[in-house]
């Protein structure tokens, strides 16, 4: 078992993060009514594809230990995800409860990524800055979206009648 750096540690979480994307913006249309915000889903999901294969360009370049390593890592953060998932977006969660869980998310993976981007800064390595600031802006943009959907969401409530669990 080979031994990471950090950059390739908060690498590997970044993607793992990425897999885990794809998967819940797929539960989350499950439970969105409006057409847009579905829409906006299925370009969230492609973008975390694309992320997907770019850090496998990425860990394809490094010895096969290595990159044994770095997916164990990205499944093991894919996994833990996924339970979160699992018990946040329970059946009964609203639509309103799902983009507020991918928001979480979507901060979760811009996080990530500011970590790998300072630390690709740090060691001077351009090609997984590239890819950092990449995804970053990727990530940004993701997070803004899950947040005007969240709001965009809430305003069709009825904000004095009972909710209902």
Excluded: Y
Excluded at 66 to 83: C, P
Excluded at 101 to 124: H, I, N, P
């Amino acid at each position: 078992m080979a031994e990471l750096t950090v950059l390739q540690e908060k690498l590997a979480v970044a993607w793992g993060l990425a897999l885990a994307a794809a998967t819940l913006t797929e539960k989350v249309d499950e439970r969105t009514p409006d057409r847009a915000l579905r829409l906006e889903l299925s370009r969230m999901r492609a973008d975390a594809l694309e992320t997907q294969a770019r850090c496998h360009a990425e860990a394809a370049r490094l010895p096969k230990d290595v990159l044994d390593e770095l997916r164990a890592t990205a499944q093991r953060t894919k996994n833990h995800a996924g339970e979160l998932s699992i018990v946040w977006l329970k059946a009964g969660t609203d639509p309103v409860g799902a983009w507020t869980f991918l928001a979480m998310g979507e901060a979760g993976e811009v996080a990530a990524w500011l970590a790998v981007t300072q630390l690709a800064e740090d060691a001077a390595n351009e090609r997984l800055l590239g890819l950092a600031r990449w995804a970053l802006e990727v990530q940004r943009a993701h997070l803004e979206s899950a947040l005007a959907g969240t709001v965009s969401l809430a305003a069709d409530e009825r904000p004095l009648h009972v909710a209902l669990h």
